[in-house]
């Protein structure tokens, strides 16, 4: 009975700190962020808690809402985890499975096949640069010092990840 007055009997400021809490603490595991939505949810039931004290004045009454705003808060960050890892929540748009890097970023893949390959520069080669070769752009590294964009170069060798070209006009 005296867990039915405990609700009964609890202050509308208390109850909304704790509302606005849990609503707080929802933004907070959809949204990512910085935080805040996550830190003013538990200084809104740290705020239920010390109003409680200050309207029922009772020991028992203040104990017994830290044990629940504990219980409550914990139970929902764990239902709200498990649904963001392996419930419903996993397949929305809310949940980011890969990352920012692209999968091919620092792999280049068969380098060798492109030496004897012609293509076009793009960016200045002072003596780095950029080149389209076969419709892709990489970075190239002059052997003859500075090759203009819109040159037309051939890929002389491959040492490392480093694609050596020369400019086909010019004389050896």
Known sequence: ?????????????????????????IIEAILPGFGVCGITGILSGIAAVV????????LFDVFFLIF??????????????????KGPLKKTPLVETGTAIPEHY????????LVGKQG???S?????????????????HSTQGTINVGEK??????????????CLRREK
């Open 68 to 85: 629940l705003v504990l219980v409550v808060f914990t139970l929902f960050f764990v239902v709200v985890s498990l649904m963001l890892s």
């Open 120 to 122: 076009e520069v793009v």
């Open 153 to 166: 170069i051939k890929v002389v060798g491959i040492k490392n990840t480093t694609i050596n070209i020369e």
């Open 124 to 140: 200045a080669c002072k003596p780095v640069g950029k080149a389209v070769i076969d419709g892709k752009t990489y970075t190239v």
């Open 106 to 113: 620092g792999k280049l893949k068969n380098l060798d096949e």
């Open 51 to 58: 109003c409680e004290a200050i309207f029922t004045k009772s």
């Open 1 to 25: 009975m005296e867990f039915v007055e405990f609700f009964t009997q609890m202050h509308w400021a208390v109850i909304m700190l704790v509302c606005v809490g849990l609503v707080l603490l």
